[in-house]
């Protein structure tokens, strides 16, 4: 089968650059799909994937065994790779479902500020620099004229990077768009689904294909309704060749030039399948071990086959990228970092420990942490890592970190690298993301770190608190799931996986000692605890500013007072009141106060007034109304009774029917 690939359209010279000719170093970030911490073989994964494990060892790598997503799901996770900020800091709070452009427009809020990016990093470091996303997007509608259509334009290229080469959402990882088509749709790869799943949207591009289920890759196109151009011919059933196959074509047409990618793979989100082949080659043991969660490799159900195989399949697919990145001159001078947006899918109820039986259905394994996908527990975050940079990475052979990292921290160890500081109008913003280059630079450790790293001080970098939330933005309204992280302390207050009212209590955990979440010590260390509470309030009244002062989000956040009304224009000066000088009034409280300019205005406050019957008014221009007539004799003050044709009239008074007269003739 010939391997499809796709250039973005502005195409840039075909001539093979078998060196990289500029002095810059490039990045490079790869993203997993709902992968759990313990699915590669480095953590004794049922997948072998060989071209990760040798990756791990070889020089100038290092294995991030404390790495975490920035959200428990999908669209927050991909946000702070390219803000370096808690997502919800960008007004991202969920997912949105929505197949493909042509079937629906995504009304999705994110970044509506421009919050500055990894792609407008490399723009700022150098004009040299090129910069593409590949694949999963799923932060926002790719039409430049969303707007007409209910959504909202938030792009690759909207964001900060050059080009695209896309999905909007969600797609399998085989014959990904073959319902968009009807032509195409005796060839897709439905693997155990049996049919198209995770299908979102209205009728699709043919009337003769199931609506909803059209999955395709899309990049700019000025000269194409809505600014961008889609793909016309089918994906292989292992879409990674078309990626891996994009991302060399890329590789070559920079002669040498510096580069900004990331390669979001859809492996291993639902719809996940794997081909025919490797299906086999798993069940047979050729490319997967049996494991804990595995059982025995003969009987394993179809979901466990597809999904074992789909990771295989991304780990061949990384290979081919370290391989055209060597091939081409980049590997050597390039910081690439692998990483994952969040657990492995399917909850655990009650209590966020899966038995055996469950990983038939839901495969993905986080072994031995608690919780999965939108937990808050480590299993929902705690995600594989692994970053590389030969020319800064010291050592013979690859090694093991147990220091705290996020996704965030991407963005801004590419800024402290390039020497690169946030706008001016940016600079005061809240950020999460802190530089790893300490980390990447420091030598060897003569004792290898354990997860006990903290407990025992042998970290490089500081310790790096971090937050999460899941489920609301509103920490306070007693249902949002919300955990925080400080050195070996972990604080946790609902997940997702809980049902037990137990496990719903505010809870402090040592994962120095107890990286499972098994025990609840915070009756054991109370000053910890309360601590622990405080830095995560702290820290989220720093993510409300940033919801509301920064981003200014409209879709999340606590509800914007609306503008004072403006004060009424003032009344028209008025000569019809009867104007007594050097007399003023007495009396009850003033109904009105006011600073005026004449005795005439002063006069038309009071006949604007429904019950002012007079108002006095004084040379300093001070105006006061009342509703009862009290007069005495005072210099420099002008009593200003109001006319009235339906008042009661008393010598020398006049004024509305339902006012007190009190006459009083000192």
């Known amino acids: 089968m010939a391997i499809l690939g796709v250039l973005v359209p502005v195409l840039l010279s075909a001539a093979c650059a078998e060196s990289a000719k500029s002095p810059l170093p490039s990045f490079l970030m790869i993203l997993g799909d709902d992968i759990g911490w313990a699915d590669f073989s480095w953590n004794n994964g049922t997948a072998n994937t060989p071209n990760l494990a040798a990756w791990a060892k070889r020089a100038g790598s290092i294995l991030l065994q404390d790495s975490h997503s920035g959200g428990t799901v999908c ?370 450790p003569k004792v290898p770190q354990t997860k006990s790293v903290y407990a025992d001080g042998t970290n490089v970098m500081p310790i790096h608190p971090m937050g999460w939330m899941y489920n609301g933005w509103n920490a306070t309204d007693g249902t949002t799931n919300k955990g925080f992280r400080y050195g070996n302390w972990k604080f946790v207050e609902r997940s997702k996986s809980c049902t037990n009212e137990d496990c719903k209590q505010p809870m402090l955990f040592n994962l120095a000692v107890d990286l499972e979440e098994r025990f609840d010590v915070s009756h054991k260390y109370p000053e910890i605890f309360e601590a622990i509470q405080r830095n995560f309030s702290v820290w989220y009244s720093s993510v409300l500013r940033s919801i509301v002062n920064e981003s200014k989000c409209t879709h999340i956040g606590p509800p914007v007072p609306s503008p004072p009304s403006p004060p009424s224009p003032p009344a028209p000066p008025s000569d019809k009141c009867v104007f007594k000088p050097n007399t003023a009034l007495s009396g009850n409280s003033p109904i009105a106060t006011l600073t005026v300019a004449s005795k005439e205005l002063c006069c038309g406050a009071c006949v604007a007034h429904p019950t002012c019957a007079a108002a006095a008014y004084h040379t300093s221009g001070l105006c006061v109304l009342r509703k009862q007539v009290t007069t005495k004799r005072d210099t420099g003050t002008t009593v200003c009774i109001r006319p009235t044709n339906t008042g009661t009239r008393r010598e020398g008074v006049f004024g509305p029917r339902d006012a007190d007269f009190v006459i009083d003739e000192q």
Not at 106 to 114: D, K, L
Not at 147 to 159: C, D, F, I, K, N
Not at 280 to 296: H, I
């Open 75 to 444: 669209s927050p996770t991909r946000a702070s790779v390219l803000t370096g900020r808690t997502p919800l800091r960008d007004c991202i709070n969920g997912v949105y479902g929505c197949s493909d452009m042509t079937e629906c427009v995504p009304n999705f809020e994110f970044a509506p500020q421009r919050t500055f990016t990894i792609g407008d990093v490399a723009r700022a470091a150098s004009p040299e620099y090129v910069s593409q996303h590949w694949a999963k997007w799923h932060l926002g509608s790719f039409y430049n004229d969303s707007e007409l259509y209910g959504g909202l334009t938030s792009s690759p290229v909207t964001h900060g990077f050059d080009f695209f080469n896309s999905t909007v959402e969600v797609a399998p990882t085989g014959t990904t768009n073959c319902q968009c088509n009807a032509q195409w749709q005796d060839n897709c790869l439905y693997g155990h689904y049996g049919k198209m799943t995770h299908c979102g949207g209205h009728a699709g591009p043919d009337p003769n294909a199931k609506p909803g289920c059209c999955f395709n890759y899309w990049w700019p196109d000025q000269n194409a309704p809505h600014g961008i151009s889609n793909l016309s011919t089918p994906i292989p059933p292992d879409e990674t060749l078309y990626i891996s196959d994009s991302f060399d074509r890329f590789l070559v047409g920079l002669e040498g030039r510096p580069f900004m990618a990331q390669l979001a793979f859809h492996n291993c989100h639902i719809p996940f399948v794997g081909t025919p082949e490797q299906r086999e080659l798993c069940q047979n043991g050729t490319t997967c071990t049996e494991s804990a969660s595995s059982g025995p490799l003969g009987n394993l159900s179809d979901a466990q086959l597809d999904f074992y195989a789909c990771l295989n399949e991304l780990d061949a697919a990384v290979g081919r990228v370290l391989d055209a990145m060597d091939r081409r001159g980049y590997l050597e001078n390039t910081l690439v970092w692998l990483a994952t947006d969040n657990g492995p899918e399917v909850n655990c109820e009650p209590e966020g420990y899966c038995e055996q039986s469950h990983y038939r259905d839901g495969p993905g394994s986080a072994v031995p942490l608690r919780g999965r996908k939108r937990d808050i527990w480590e299993g929902g975050h705690r995600i594989p890592s692994l970053v590389s940079w030969p020319a800064v990475v010291q050592g013979d052979t690859g090694r093991v970190s147990w220091e705290q990292v996020v996704t965030h921290d991407f963005l801004a160890t590419v800024m402290d690298v390039l020497n690169v500081s946030r706008p001016a109008s940016q600079a005061d913003w809240g950020v999460d993301g802190r530089s790893i280059l300490p980390l990447l630079k420091a030598p060897p």
